[in-house]
C-alpha cells in the first residue's frame, strides 16, 4: 500500500518548538513535491510549506516565514518541518501530502488538491 505517515505533532507553549516528520511507504520521494497543509477547526485546509525533492526549492506560506523550516533527508526518505517560535495561531492538524512531477512548489502550496497523496495529520497544539 501507497502512504504517508506523519509524525511528530504534540503540546507546546508558545515560543517552544517541533518537529515535524513525513515518511513514506511503497514509494520514495525522490520525484516529488512534498509539501505540509495546516487545516484548524472551522477552517480551511492551508498550506505551510513545500520542497520540491528533485532540486531542493522550497517555499514558505508568508505566516511561517522565519519560523519553520523545511527540509528532505533522502538517506532516510523522509521530511522534516522544524516549527520554532510557534504560536497559538499555528494550532491546526498538519498534513503531509506528496505530488509526482515537475510542478513548481509555489503552485503546490496554493492548490492542496494537486497533490496524490495525503498522510492522516499530526495534531498541534500551542497554548498562550
Known amino acids: 500500500d501507497v502512504q504517508l505517515q506523519a509524525s511528530g505533532g504534540g503540546f507546546v507553549q508558545a515560543g517552544g518548538s517541533l518537529r515535524l516528520s513525513c515518511a513514506p511507504s511503497g514509494f520514495t520521494f525522490d520525484d516529488y513535491v512534498i509539501g505540509w497543509f495546516r487545516q484548524a477547526p472551522g477552517k480551511e485546509r492551508k498550506g505551510v510549506s513545500c520542497i520540491s525533492n528533485s532540486d531542493g526549492i522550497t517555499v514558505y506560506a508568508d505566516s511561517v516565514k522565519g519560523r519553520f523550516t523545511i527540509s528532505s533527508d533522502n538517506a532516510k526518505n523522509t521530511v522534516y518541518l522544524q516549527m520554532n517560535n510557534l504560536k497559538p495561531e499555528d494550532t491546526a492538524v498538519y498534513y503531509c501530502?506528496?505530488?509526482?512531477?515537475?510542478?513548481?512548489?509555489?503552485?503546490?502550496?496554493?492548490?492542496?488538491?494537486?497533490?496524490?497523496?495525503w498522510g492522516k495529520g499530526t495534531l498541534v497544539t500551542v497554548s498562550s
Open positions: 501530502a506528496a505530488v509526482r512531477g515537475a510542478l513548481h512548489p509555489l503552485q503546490v502550496i496554493t492548490t492542496p488538491s494537486v497533490m496524490d497523496y
